[in-house]
């Protein structure tokens, strides 16, 4: 007998799957414990006696840097070439879809040797006024690409390709009705996209593009094949010569997985920002 | 006087499709002026093309005694600049069947950001128009709400006060109450009704013949991409001419 005011009982549901879904994961983690946490070669000492050296540190200061300074130069680019590709004037598409073919097209890795033997291709660099003989600029070649400049412009360069796109996408997710609204108060176009498109556009165009810090973020170990002076060069120089080459990798994978999660942390809190008005009480949009 | 509309023989076609085949029409300063008719007679292209959203393919259509989208020159018509079509459109409001609030900005941002950025107010100035702007149409407590907060017939009032900010002297209404709940629509007539009482130049795109009645000076029927007839609404709605008007007053009375 059931009586109204007391709780129903019943058997729940037995959820077999989970158990066996745990059994499988302990199995796994069992193999893993026994097989690469015990390894010899792992050396958890060695881990932490790099993890904080000053030039690891250095290293991952230079990563930080080339992140931000790339992601800068290719957001800015980005949104320039976003809005050159679907503007009316069909030189600046041309131009436009032409950077983002040829950027996009070839692999970063190769871009980052490139302007790291730019010297190879263009001894000197020289910028003169066409049909004078005034010389604006004018040095050597490998004067110029010092430090982190090649690995800088490669980085940027790549990164502005896809920016483009990821801006592009966002500026075409905006309502019409925006423009015209923006239009009809008498604004030209230029001051509309600044101020009613592309703002709503970032609620799109944020997502993606926080992905594409982190993975700019990694994607700075490759400039390593310049010696560029970044987390993964630093860690690759030490394995070189004491030859613990499995112990300074996890340093590195280490750093790269706390910046991530730090990154990750960041994009939740832009994302939010951007997310402003957005959230439908009721009502039309 | 000059008029505040001047349209002859406006046309306008996409591709093969003649939406506008010969518009003539006049709107006197302080005119209230309805357009009404069946979907696709052309009426809400018309009124885009009074402020260049869409471009007139032939005729020649004026506001305040200046041409639409050109500048003629001897015999030779010019294209306007972007940034001078921008500059005619100042002086022309327009209120969208969608609102087209900017989601983005609160009511208050909605109202404040063309006087701002078109005509270089002081943000000072511009929030306390705005704030009076708002209280005008009853929502000075919501001027710091978004769009997404505000219901429809909220929405669209806030609309009608960012095209008043600009001080138009002519305010286009592109069907204002077609997306709004039944009983939202009173809330933002009230608001045009009152417009219209202070004297604004009007053109309206409506399915409200109560409204037409009661406040146009001019009721005009299109239908087919044509003016079938035009007057006084006591003439068009009360004593229709032509078979055409009769039939979709049938309709919608």
Known sequence: MTSPNRPLKAVPVRHYGRWAAAAAVLALAYLYATTVLASPNLEPATIGRYLFKDYVLDGVRTTLLLTALSMAFGIAGGILLAVMRLSANPVLRVVAAAFVWFFRGTPLLVQIVFFGFLGALIPRLTITVPFTDLVVFDQPTNAVMIGIVPAVLALSFNEMAYAAEIVRAGILAVDPGQTEAAYALGMTPALSMRRIVLPQAMRVIAPPMGNEVITMLKSTSLVSVIAGRDLMTAVQTVYAENYKVIPLLCVAAIWYLALVSALSVLQYFIERRFGRGQRAVGGVR | ?253
């Open chain 2, 1 to 253: 006087m000059t008029a505040m509309i001047h349209a002859e023989g406006v046309r306008k076609t996409y591709g093969h499709l003649e939406v506008l085949r010969g518009i003539d029409l006049t709107v006197a300063p302080g005119e209230v002026c309805c357009l009404l008719g069946p979907s696709g007679s052309g009426k809400s292209t018309f009124l885009r093309c009074v402020n260049h959203l869409e471009t007139v393919t032939a005729g020649q259509l004026r506001v305040d005694g200046e041409l639409v989208g050109y500048r003629r020159r001897g015999e030779k018509l010019h294209e306007l600049r972007p940034s001078e079509i921008a500059a005619r459109r100042r002086d022309i409001g327009m209120v969208f069947q969608r609102f087209n609030l900017f989601p983005h900005l609160t009511a208050l941002g909605n109202v404040m950001e063309a006087p701002v950025r078109v005509l270089g107010e002081t943000r000072a100035a511009a929030r306390e128009r705005a704030r009076a702007l708002l209280d005008r149409v009853g929502l000075a407590d919501k001027a710091d709400a978004y769009p997404a907060m505000l219901s429809g017939g909220q929405q669209q009032r806030v609309a009608i006060a960012r095209a008043l900010a600009m001080r138009p002297k002519l305010m286009l209404f592109d069907e204002p109450t077609s997306a709004l709940d039944p009983e939202l629509v009173g809330e933002v007539l009230d608001v045009m009704r009152a417009l219209a009482a202070d004297g604004m130049t009007m053109l309206v795109v409506t399915h409200e013949m109560g409204f037409a009645r009661e406040v146009a000076d001019t009721v005009v029927f299109m239908d087919g991409g044509v003016v079938v007839e035009s007057g006084t609404p006591a003439q068009v709605l009360g004593d229709p001419q032509h078979d055409r008007t009769r039939a979709f007053l049938a309709k919608v009375l």
